[in-house]
């Protein structure tokens, strides 16, 4: 009898590492099928340890039509189309925020999409340089744009204890997410 040992992905957070290393999953893809076709917008608040982050990649791998990783998932018979979706994944987990000058370093991930998307003149604010970035990759690729946001809260739990840096990070982060609203047509899917 062959036995076959598979990896509990303890600390694991990304599901394309989580698959290719054979580790434990317990199947939630008809749960992620239905969510992204019912509503395009979501807020999902969940507590620490939860699986936001591998939910978060997990969606980043469907929308980036990562068919190859989905096999032997009910996402495998569910998905007909494997459209492969302009994605903007921002995780505000990789810095601690106790200035606002470190939120503003990692909001400039921009600068990679805007390689690939261009920068306008004018686009001088985060809000802006988004907006652009979304409307852009809409008529570039023909396709409905994802945005993936993962860890929002960080910057303000990290700046809980200065109500000075707080207040400035809460006004970059209101200029950063502001476009949102009014790129709906542009959007396939927001969480």
Known sequence: MEENFRRYPIGIQNFE???NNDCV????TELIYRLTHTNK????????????????STLEAYF??????????????????WTVYPVLHFDFSVSKY??????SAVINQLLLWEKIYQREEGETTFSLRFEGIIR???KQTGK??????????SPMLDSNHNDEVQ??????MRDFFSPLKAQGQYLRFLL
Not at 25 to 28: A, F, L, W
Not at 98 to 103: E, G, P, R
Not at 167 to 172: G, Q
């Open 17 to 19: 590492d989580l698959r």
């Open 25 to 28: 999953y317990v199947d939630k």
């Open 41 to 56: 917008v979501y807020f999902l608040s969940r507590p620490r340890r939860f699986g936001k982050s591998l939910l978060v």
């Open 64 to 81: 980036l039509g990562k068919k190859e990783l989905f096999q032997g998932l009910a996402m495998e018979t569910l998905e007909k189309d």
């Open 98 to 103: 106790i200035t606002a000058d470190m939120l």
């Open 136 to 138: 852009r990759a809409y």
């Open 144 to 153: 409905q744009v994802v945005v993936l946001i993962d860890e929002y809260d």
């Open 167 to 172: 207040k400035e990070i809460r006004n970059i």
